[in-house]
């Protein structure tokens, strides 16, 4: 909670910081990384820092924690903080580099703002920066202490390498140390780390889309010709060199969007390579006998270039209470889907889909996508609280929705 003497300059000011956050994290990012580059060797992506993508996923949240503690004084916004929290701890951070954040961030604003960052000023963001970095400190320890400690990264071996689609592949994992597999649950991710051919690490997040005992599945999509930018270079390099026997460093599960308990319906709504976690939730409910009604949503630009559909189009078959509707942008003629899959052409439409009473909605695509689908989801009555969603990559849609 805000003193009320911050409360006030943060309100006051509110607007001018907001306005000048995009420079002050861009100065905050340049200056950081500028003094200290060892930081993108394994935690920083410099990817997102390229296309801009990471600083605005810093802006968006600062200013989101700031005016949740304004509208709402007594209550933590935990919704907001967990989800920087999870990816925060698939990526090792540790308390000391908020340390170093603050010191660099606290420089862009005296910079930016120049004669307008009073003491007042700066004390008061202070304040802000440090309620919401002791939040996020205290809910990695807690995760940390539930995944068995801080040391998050461990070896894992490709055993297995399987063609999905032209652009997508399956990488089957074992622990490479010979340790149990760790918990997850459907939904949850997993970090990998890769070196680059310069020798600089980087890290990128793909969800577990199946398991089988000690061994864990990812699926790997690379940009297609023509598409690539540096914030694919992970899944370019994975995509065109893991071969079994590869060793990967592979870091604890995370994620807070994961399959909840009870019998209500669900609806699993994605866009290319974001069936990934879609897979995981329907498996686990074929493997727990599961009689829930449950609806996929999927959209994809062709049969061929949809991954993981033949499982898909099994695990529905097999849960009792399962249909799906998949649209395709080309040659939806060709689909050849079983009886309990609806094949449409074109994108997502949910005006012929009834959504039960008491659903809960997963999303997970592009963000124009589940902006989308959100908004028609809750234009049908749909709750906002029942309507989750995964990103991979900087969440630039974080207290915007």
Not at 241 to 266: W, Y
Not at 367 to 395: I, K, Q, S
């Amino acid at each position: 909670m805000l003193s009320t003497e911050s409360a006030a300059t943060v309100r006051a000011t509110i607007p001018a910081v907001a306005g000048a956050l995009d420079d002050i994290t861009a100065r905050f990012y340049d200056t950081m990384l500028g003094e200290r580059p060892e930081l993108l060797d394994g935690l920083f992506n410099r990817g997102n820092q390229a296309s801009g993508e990471q600083r605005k996923a810093l802006a968006g949240s600062i200013a989101a924690f700031a005016t949740m503690l304004l509208e709402n004084p007594d209550e933590r916004p935990d919704a907001l903080l967990s989800r920087i929290a999870h990816k925060h701890v698939s990526l090792g951070i540790t308390e000391d580099q908020y340390v170093i954040v603050h010191k660099y961030l606290f420089g862009a604003i005296a910079h930016v703002l120049d004669d307008a960052a009073t003491p007042e000023v700066v004390a008061a963001w202070d304040e802000v920066y440090w309620l919401m970095a002791g939040a996020l400190i205290a809910m990695e320890a807690g995760l940390y202490q539930r995944s068995g400690g801080r040391d998050v990264w461990r070896p894992w071996t490709v055993t297995e390498r399987r063609e999905q689609t032209a652009d997508a592949v399956t990488l089957t994992l074992e622990p490479g140390d010979g340790g149990p597999a760790p918990d997850f649950r459907p939904g949850q991710y997993v970090s990998v780390r890769a070196q680059m051919p310069d020798g600089v690490h980087q890290a990128r997040q793909y969800s577990v889309s199946g398991w089988d005992g000690s061994r864990r599945l990812i699926t790997v999509k690379r940009l297609r010709a023509g598409e690539w930018n540096p914030a694919g270079e992970v899944s370019t390099l994975l995509h065109g060199t893991a071969t079994p026997g590869d060793t990967l460093m592979v870091s604890t599960p995370a994620g807070d969007v994961t399959l909840s308990d009870g019998d209500h319906p669900l609806v699993l709504v994605s866009a290319g390579i974001g069936c990934t976690p879609m897979a995981a939730m329907l498996r686990h409910l074929d493997e727990h006998g599961s009689d829930r009604r449950v609806i996929v949503l999927h959209a994809d630009r062709t049969p061929a270039d949809h991954a993981h559909r033949e499982e898909l189009n099994e695990l529905i078959e097999r849960l009792p209470g399962a249909t799906a509707h998949v649209w395709y942008e080309q040659d939806h003629t060709e689909a050849g889907e079983p009886t309990d899959v609806t094949v449409r052409p074109g994108t997502v439409d949910l005006g012929p889909i009834e959504i039960p009473e008491g659903a809960e909605a997963y999303l997970c695509g592009p963000l124009p996508f589940m902006r989308g689908v959100r908004t028609g989801l809750l234009d049908g009555g749909l709750p906002a609280r029942r309507v989750h969603y995964e990103v991979f990559g900087p969440d630039l849609w974080l207290g915007q929705n």
